[in-house]
């Protein structure tokens, strides 16, 4: 077995034209789960994420691993909005 480092890619992996987000929307609109169990068992479920929901990208997880943390940090964000975006905000 060859050893990779974290931030090394194997010269075998290409992603030329590759889509970023390829697969994005179909993630949004719901997926099916499927687990087959040691004991012979299988579980099926649908996720269809609420609506609202905010996919947090890999990179950014490692931030904000739960809710708590990405709602303090967008709401030390909002002063530095406009105020325009501020108002709208209020309104909605």
């Not at 290409?14 to 970023?20: E, Q």
């Not at 993630?27 to 687990?35: K, L």
Request: charged letters at 30%.
């Amino acid at each position: 077995m060859v050893q990779v480092k974290d931030n090394d890619m194997r010269a075998e992996y290409d992603f030329t034209g590759g889509v970023r987000g390829k697969h994005y929307r179909a993630m949004q609109a719901g997926y099916t789960i499927t687990v087959h169990k040691a004991d012979g068992t299988t579980v099926v479920k649908d996720v269809v994420p609420q609506k609202g929901a905010v996919i947090l990208e890999p990179d950014i997880r490692v931030y904000f691993p739960d809710s708590e943390s990405v709602n303090r940090a967008l709401r030390c964000l909002i002063p530095l909005l406009p105020q325009k975006y501020r108002a709208k905000a209020k309104k909605a």
